[in-house]
């Protein structure tokens, strides 16, 4: 018998415009962590979509446990009992963990003998004991739509397991995830190749990587770089490798020169979805000139902050005032129009239409000027026009150019297009929240930069993220937040990250 569980041999699959993979091939071992890392766009999640079968190789050869397969779907991918956990969620929002795990293979019962109804006592047992087992606990009742990314990805994680699965693949696991739960979700991984299982890990974070991973498959572009021991390889070794140069790891950044007050927001305070204050009565201001990084544990009201000033959440009390006038009853596009630009925490479902094209996508917040649509009607050759300028300037990698579906891109070039549409704004305020979620390092440095640039062309840049090494490279002051209110505001020069730290939890110094 094979020593490797899984073979991929000389795989190639082509798209429109794209060598997605070019001549591959991969071998892992049953019982290891093998990471497949590559920037965004390298043919990772393709080449593992094909394993699961999501898509047909054009070419080459795929063996589990030493059988050549044709794998043809994803339910004949489950019956080889592969499963995988997708970086953008399969689950339907309204129904509960448990008809969500069962989805597909509902356990049956007949009523009168005639009459087959699904068994979900049965189910909801079956997913407690799993879910115990592998320190997965999650309450089988609750709908998706009430539970966060957390317990959603640990109901993806409990699907596979539900199918029996062997071999899991885990594309960008914790890319929506806090810095607590990623390494709640590797002890979890670590603790599923205890119990036996194969993990594959497609990501792009080299820490992950270092701690959890045995080998690595290195992709550029397409073509497989290098196969690594991942022990004897350093993360600077594997960052040139994955970006093709090397990556500069600190941040270089010259002193702020702060100018004047841009955003001035003063007892801000905003109700969530569920009626409850989720941001208590806040003040802060941004100067032109200065990167102003919000610090806190997810869910402590960052985000409800930066969907306020943007206008996406109406404000339950005091105001927001932009260049001195008071925004904080206009609506969405009289605030971008005043000079507000903003990239969402979740890309999808605020930062894109993902049935349009790129270049419409691009357009979003500039098609109905008169450059781009003369009398109401649109000039589609200058929308193109300015989209090629964009994925040019912005490396921006797709398929068809300007004509791709935004959905078929991949989640870090969905990113970047967001990052560039919004700086090509060039507005007094930048508000990012979370703008290097998902991605590569490459990618991460070179936005940096970009925020570093804005900043000193004397922009006011609101920084959100739950990166603390991020706000502590790239902010000029920081406010931490927790529980809605703002714990400290300083000085990013007199802080450390401990102290950053432990106000994040609450722990005052005064």
């Known amino acids: 018998m094979s020593e490797y569980i899984v073979e991929m041999k000389h795989i190639t699959k082509k798209f429109p415009g794209i060598v997605a993979n070019d001549d591959i091939t991969i071998r892992i071992k049953k019982g290891e962590i093998y990471a497949l890392l590559g920037e965004n766009g390298a043919g990772k999640s393709t080449l593992m979509s094909m394993l699961f079968g999501m898509y047909e190789p054009d070419e080459g050869e795929i063996w589990i446990r030493g059988n050549k397969v044709k794998i043809e779907s994803p339910n004949h991918a489950t019956k080889l009992n592969i499963g995988m956990v997708h970086q953008h969620f399969k689950l339907v929002r309204n129904y509960t963990i448990a008809e969500n795990i069962i989805l597909g293979v509902e356990p049956l019962k007949m009523a009168a003998g005639i ?37 959603q990805q640990r109901v993806e994680i409990l699907k596979m397991l539900y199918r029996e699965a062997e071999i899991l693949i885990f594309d960008e696991p914790t890319a929506v995830l806090t810095p607590q739960e990623i390494e709640f979700l590797l002890e979890i991984i670590e603790g599923l190749r205890k119990g036996g299982k194969t993990i594959i890990l497609i990501t792009h974070k080299l820490e992950e990587i270092k701690k959890v991973a045995d080998r690595c498959a290195v992709l550029c572009r397409g073509k497989l770089v290098d196969i690594l021991d991942v022990k004897e390889t350093s993360t600077r070794q594997m960052a040139s490798l994955m970006v093709g140069r090397e990556v500069n790891f600190e941040i270089t950044k010259k002193p702020a020169d702060r100018k004047e007050i841009i955003l001035q927001v003063e007892n801000l ?3 969530n979805q569920h009626g409850f204050e989720a941001v208590k009565d806040i003040s802060f201001m941004v100067r032109g000139g200065e990167v102003f ?52 925490e979740d890309r999808q479902r605020f930062g894109l239409v993902l049935d349009f094209t790129l270049s419409d996508n691009l357009a979003l917040k500039t098609y109905f000027r008169e450059a781009y649509s003369p009398k109401g009607i649109l000039n589609r050759s200058e929308i193109d026009r300015f989209g090629n300028k964009l994925i040019e300037k912005y490396d921006i990698r797709s398929g068809q150019g300007v004509r791709t579906q935004v959905r078929s891109m991949s989640g870090g070039n969905q990113q970047k297009a967001i990052i560039a549409r919004e700086i090509e704004l060039q507005s007094p305020l930048m508000i990012f929240v979370q703008p290097t979620r998902g991605l590569d390092i490459g990618a991460i440095e070179n936005i940096h930069n970009m925020i570093l640039q804005e900043r000193d062309k004397g922009k006011a840049i609101l920084l959100i993220s739950l990166e603390l090494d991020e706000i502590m490279n790239v902010s000029d002051t920081i406010g931490v937040i927790y529980n809605g209110r703002f714990q400290k505001i300083s000085d990013t020069k007199s802080l450390t990250t401990k102290e950053v730290g432990e106000f994040m939890m609450g722990v005052g110094h005064e």
């Open 269 to 271: 305070t905003v109700k």
């Open 293 to 344: 990084a919000i610090a806190g544990v997810s869910g402590n009201g960052q985000v409800e902050i930066a969907d306020a000033i943007a206008g996406l959440i109406k404000t339950s009390g005091g105001t927001i005032k932009l260049n001195g006038i008071d925004i904080t009853h206009y609506g969405i596009r009289k605030r971008t129009l005043c000079g507000i630009s903003y990239i969402p």
């Open 115 to 151: 009459f087959p109804y699904v068994d979900i006592r049965s189910a909801n047992r079956r997913i407690e004991e799993l879910s115990k087992k592998y320190g997965l606990e999650v309450n089988p009742c609750k709908r998706i739509e009430d539970v966060n990314v957390s317990i």
